[in-house]
């Protein structure tokens, strides 16, 4: 997660899945475009250049309103995510790195790594299942809606790292609140494919 949250021009999140951030130097070049107002800062973070001081925002609200394209990336996250942290043969729910994906259709079977053949399943599942199709999983898979994947996601909890964000994001579980994510983070790589780039 990188530091600025950004909103659509309806001041709700660009993106749920993965969440709209950016960080800090994409955030002031976008302020600095025109394409987006300051909604909050952060207190004590200020940047400084030979001429410009400013505090860093900590929401931004862009200027047009961005369409979500509603397309949703085949990921290991975003499946299990789909079937809410749980295993599709036990229905037991596990922590993300108790998870992982398996083939409905084995792939020497010709089975594909896609959405209708690819279920979350616990390690065990996945041992006791190996290459064999006899288990099937509780619920038959299916390539999500980014508005389902987003409302599963709003259902878990998420860590932010500014209490202003908690207000734009519409969450229906737990917000934590952890400063130190920002700088954790802070070297993460911008995805690219977010819309309003």
Same mark, same amino acid.
């Given at each position: 997660?990188?530091?600025?949250?950004?909103?659509?021009?309806?001041?709700?999140? !660009?993106?749920?899945?993965?969440?709209?951030?950016?960080?800090?130097? /994409?955030?002031?070049?976008?302020?600095?475009?025109? @394409?987006?107002?300051? +909604?909050?800062?952060?207190?004590?973070? !200020?940047? @400084?250049?030979?001429?410009? &001081?400013?505090? +860093?925002?900590?929401?931004? +609200?862009?200027?047009?309103? &961005?369409?979500?394209?509603?397309?949703?990336?085949?990921?290991?996250?975003?499946?299990?995510?789909?079937?809410?942290?749980? %295993?599709?043969? %036990?229905?037991?729910?596990?922590?993300?790195?108790?998870?992982?994906?398996?083939? !409905? =259709?084995?792939?020497?079977?010709?089975?594909?790594?896609?959405? /209708?053949?690819? !279920?979350?399943? %616990?390690?065990? %599942?996945?041992? #006791?299942?190996?290459?064999?199709?006899?288990?099937?999983?509780? =619920?038959?898979? =299916?390539?999500?809606?980014?508005?389902?994947?987003?409302?599963?996601?709003?259902?878990?909890?998420?860590?932010?790292?500014?209490?202003?964000?908690? &207000?734009?994001?519409?969450?229906?579980?737990?917000?934590?609140? /952890?400063?130190?994510?920002?700088? #954790?983070?802070?070297?993460?790589?911008? /995805?690219?494919?977010?819309?309003?780039?």
């Amino acid at each position: 997660m990188h530091g600025t949250l950004v909103l659509n021009a309806d001041a709700q999140p !660009v993106s749920i899945v993965p969440l709209s951030t950016v960080d800090w130097h /994409d955030a002031v070049r976008i302020i600095y475009l025109g @394409r987006a107002v300051v +909604m909050e800062e952060y207190d004590l973070w !200020v940047v @400084r250049s030979p001429s410009v &001081q400013m505090r +860093m925002p900590s929401v931004i +609200m862009l200027k047009e309103y &961005q369409q979500h394209n509603g397309k949703v990336e085949f990921s290991r996250y975003n499946v299990i995510l789909r079937d809410n942290y749980t %295993c599709q043969y %036990c229905k037991n729910k596990f922590p993300f790195k108790e998870l992982t994906f398996d083939h !409905v =259709k084995p792939r020497r079977d010709g089975g594909k790594t896609e959405w /209708d053949n690819i !279920v979350a399943a %616990c390690y065990p %599942c996945n041992q #006791k299942k190996a290459h064999y199709a006899k288990m099937k999983p509780k =619920k038959a898979p =299916k390539q999500p809606s980014y508005w389902e994947l987003a409302e599963v996601r709003k259902r878990r909890p998420i860590t932010v790292p500014n209490a202003f964000w908690e &207000q734009y994001l519409g969450w229906k579980s737990e917000v934590l609140i /952890d400063e130190s994510v920002v700088l #954790k983070n802070s070297v993460e790589v911008l /995805d690219e494919n977010l819309p309003f780039f």
